[in-house]
């Protein structure tokens, strides 16, 4: 009997929370993008897509957004808040039921801390991605240099396109890019035209910044963009969602991927 009442009263604290937070995100989203669209929640991302980024790997990735912003323009860039899970759980996620009981699982391990961030995978941040009016000639990868010492999900993608005859390592020009970031591509002539100097040059500048890992890439006719949020993307977060630091962060980001696409004209 306890238990119950117990629990029932942890849901409705946790529900009144989330109710909170999640009005506060939409107040802030609105402000400062006022015709974006926002919607909170957890849904499932397509795992095609997710595999077509070449950013998590390319077999079975399993994956949940916790919510996705959008911005519609000429064509649609959607930002998801990602969690991609560890590939020990693809088996367990092959079957809606199994999915169901993978989200069960994930969420309970925030629970007790009350906060959707404490819910862990391989990966959680900022993913973006856009369909662009133009269509390139294979993939250009482009990640963080020196992955392998402390992302596991990140140093097997790399390994992996070291042992690919598809993508090979590129090397560019910009020595300041190259300190940051190690860029892979079907065709260093396409690597080198979608690699704008000035699209480097933003890429450098958000990475100086705030020191997060931020990776992106080209596929035929999709943009992929994702930077590392341990802490969430769409949350308020330890550190608050409403401090100053945190809003230019989150601006920063936006923007990053709609200048890209506008440089390319891609958009």
């Known amino acids: 009997m306890l238990v119950t009442i117990g629990g029932y009263g942890l849901s409705t604290f946790q529900k009144k929370q989330i109710e909170a ?3 506060s995100i939409r107040r802030i989203i609105h402000t400062l993008f006022p015709k974006a669209k926002l919607s909170l929640g957890l849904e499932s991302v397509s795992s095609s897509l997710i595999s077509k980024s070449n950013l998590f790997g390319t ?3 399993q994956s949940i957004s916790f919510g996705r912003v959008s911005f519609n323009h000429s064509q649609q860039v959607v930002f998801h808040d990602l969690l991609v899970g560890s590939s020990h759980t693809n088996w367990f996620t092959q079957t809606s039921i199994g999915g169901f009981f993978y989200v069960i699982k994930m969420m309970f391990k925030g629970v007790f801390s009350k906060r959707a961030e404490n819910v862990v995978g391989n990966f959680r941040g900022l993913f973006a991605e856009a369909k662009m009016d133009k269509k390139i000639n294979g993939t250009v990868i482009v990640l963080p240099d020196h992955l392998e010492k402390h992302l596991d999900y990140l140093a097997k993608n790399i390994q992996t396109l070291k042992n690919t005859k598809t993508n090979k390592l590129v090397k560019l020009e910009d020595i300041e890019f190259e300190h940051y970031f190690a ?3 079907s065709d260093e002539i396409t690597a080198r035209y979608v690699l704008t100097p000035a699209m480097m ?3 450098t500048e958000l990475k100086k910044r ?3 890992d931020i990776m ?3 596929n035929k006719d999709h943009f992929f963009f994702a930077v590392s949020m341990p802490e969430g993307f769409l949350t308020l977060g ?4 409403t401090s100053e630091e945190v809003l230019q962060d989150l601006y920063a980001n936006f923007v990053t991927v709609k200048e890209t696409l ?3 004209k891609l958009q």
């Open 216 to 218: 992106f890439s080209f």
């Open 21 to 23: 937070e999640q009005k």
């Open 238 to 241: 330890a550190k608050s969602f």
């Open 183 to 185: 860029v892979y591509s």
């Open 262 to 264: 506008q440089d390319l």
């Open 201 to 203: 040059r933003r890429m």
């Open 59 to 61: 077999n079975n990735v």
């Open 210 to 212: 705030y020191n997060r």
